[in-house]
């Protein structure tokens, strides 16, 4: 079978046409390709019939073919595509799999034969997990509470030093905010090896720096898997790291034979360390090497092509493209731009209730946080939706927990325990050894009043502990909406929390997001526990839209 029978055939019986720039990367006779695909230009079309082409036309054994991608979701999109359209052709399965699956299979593989034992960290929970222990170390080290944001961070820097490559030395170097870095993640380093003598613990960025390490020492087991996988091909290669380049660098380099298919306008995930750089210097690395441009779209009208093709130029570090689509011309793009942001969600919600729009709209926003005032009118305008990939923490942030418990004190102001969680959180007036007294104390009178009646206590403070008592009083006769806007300015809980921001090196703008968006959910609500209900409703239906 030649190439012009072996397309013919392919169209066919799949009805899948190629055309001439597809057909030239699918038919690449060997060695190192770099293959970029803009949006909508059919990429995992061509690498699923580049798999097919190398058996059927080549006649490569599937079991010597590596599919590598970057997530999870695209490595099963993969694997299925290529099933119903090529599983006619192939009774052999290929191998579709993410970096980190491949890189885990290395160390799995080599501490078995080791006798190593090991422990996975991700997925546990209780004092052994990932984030348990992060927690434990970051507060040993620097005496300071580890909130869920800064853990989140904490982690995402730990992710970006080992992906990244950076040596411990230069860690403190690097531009992240997170208290003592470098004292923390050797501390980390230091107790997955020896917190348990004769089984190391790991995590998934273990997975390839571990994976590396045993490339790098062990000539005899990179032979094993150069020999095992002499063809390997990479999707979303804009994405891949600076550890796993090397790694399939390693992997490669005895055939040379490296299908590399990406897009460098693409890259979204430099924080995580993705290298872009890697498919900009591919004819440095690989001399030889073909490149190969798609810029036809198939996926969308000659409006958006346009407009993406012209606003993606800003992009200064790239191959040139030009993106061009054969498709139908439609509507033309429109542009809103709105002073407020509930002038926005007032459109979109009008928008929507227009029927042909229902079931046929995506909406993006910029972060997890902007998803949540959406939501809320989504619901509240009886609008189906579901959410796609929501993983935030929204509903358990520390800031709403305060900003309830402020409110539930207000009901009550002989709860000590609810004072306990907020005191330092306002302008209180309050030492710790005088919560303490608290608890000791009759718990039917007012903190207040007991506090005014300590000992030697000086007028002024007691004047305070009398002003504070009324300021409660009146926080528990307003609406959600005024309640928190006394909260954040009257009893001064944004200035501390400017303050505990600044001490311990958080974003103040994540935290002012979520004030504002909780004054958005609250508009129009008439009591406290309207308020606290539809947070809970909320996040009950995010659950069940996710």
């Known amino acids: ?21 597809q057909k030239e990367a699918i038919s690449h006779p060997g060695g190192p390709l770099l293959l970029l695909a803009t949006p909508g230009a059919g990429k995992t079309t061509v ?29 099963k999109e993969m694997d299925v595509r290529f099933n119903q359209l090529y599983g006619q052709f192939v009774k052999q399965r290929i191998r579709f799999s993410t970096i980190h699956s491949f890189c885990y299979n290395i160390v799995r593989t080599y501490y078995q034969e080791q006798r190593i034992a090991f422990t996975l960290i991700e997925n546990e929970h209780g004092v052994y997990s990932k984030n348990a222990v992060l927690k434990r170390l970051y507060e040993e080290k620097t005496q300071t509470i580890l909130t869920e944001d800064k853990l989140e961070e904490l982690a995402n820097a730990i992710c970006y030093i080992k992906n990244s490559m950076i040596p411990v030395i230069e860690v403190q170097n690097i531009d992240i905010k997170v208290k003592d870095l470098r004292l923390i993640f050797e501390a980390y380093e230091h107790y997955k090896k020896n917190a ?11 997975m390839l720096t571990l994976a590396n390490q045993i490339l790098e020492e062990d000539p005899t087991v990179l032979l094993r898997y150069q020999k095992q996988f002499p063809f390997v091909l990479t999707d979303e290669s804009q994405d891949t790291s600076i550890i796993q380049t090397m790694i399939i660098e390693k992997v ?12 460098d306008d693409q890259s979204i995930f430099g924080f995580r360390s993705a290298n872009p750089k890697y498919l900009l210097d591919f004819k440095t690395v690989h001399p030889g090497a073909r490149i190969i441009i798609m810029e036809q779209n198939y996926r969308s009208t000659p409006e958006i092509v346009k407009v993406s093709d012209v606003f993606i ?5 790239r191959y040139k493209k030009s993106m061009f689509t054969v498709n139908p ?73 305060d900003i309830l418990n402020f409110m539930r004190f207000s009901y009550s102001d002989k709860n000590v325990g609810i004072l306990e969680t907020i005191y330092s959180k306002f302008d209180s007036y309050i ?20 506090l005014a009646d300590l000992p030697n206590l000086p007028a002024f403070r007691k004047k305070n ?34 303050e505990f921001s600044e001490r311990l090196g958080l974003s103040m703008e994540s935290s002012h997001g979520i004030l504002v968006t909780l004054e958005n959910i609250a508009q129009g609500m008439k009591t406290h526990k309207d308020f606290a209900d539809r947070l809970k409703y909320l996040e009950q239906l995010m659950c069940e839209s996710a």
């Open 329 to 401: 011309s439609d509507k033309a793009i429109r542009i809103h731009s709105f002073d407020y942001g509930y002038q926005q969600l007032t459109y979109i919600i009008k928008e929507l209730k227009k029927k042909e729009l229902i079931g046929q709209t995506a909406i993006l926003y910029r972060n997890n946080l902007s998803a949540i005032n959406l939501i809320d009118h989504l619901e509240g305008a009886n609008l189906p939706f579901y959410v796609r990939d929501f993983g935030y923490r929204f509903f358990n942030h520390w800031v709403i927990k």
């Open 465 to 498: 502990f009398q002003e504070l008592k009324r300021q409660f009083k009146k926080l528990n006769t307003m609406n959600p909406l005024d309640a928190l806007r006394y909260i954040r300015h009257e009893l001064h809980y944004e200035k501390k929390l400017e």
């Open 431 to 450: 030492s710790r050894q005088q919560i303490d007294y608290l608890k000791s104390q009759d718990s039917t009178k007012s903190v207040f009043d007991h």
């Open 47 to 75: 690498l699923n019939a580049r798999i097919l082409y190398l058996i059927l036309r080549q006649g490569v054994n599937p079991e010597n073919i590596l599919a590598l991608t970057f997530s999870k979701a695209a490595a």
């Open 1 to 21: 079978m030649d190439d012009l029978n072996f397309f013919e055939n392919l169209s066919k019986k799949t009805g899948v046409v190629m055309n001439e720039r």
């Open 313 to 317: 130029t800003g992009n200064t570090q």
């Open 252 to 263: 490669t380099k005895l055939s040379d034979n490296l299908f590399v298919v990406g897009d």
């Open 196 to 206: 348990h003598p004769g089984n190391r613990l790991i995590d998934f960025d273990d």
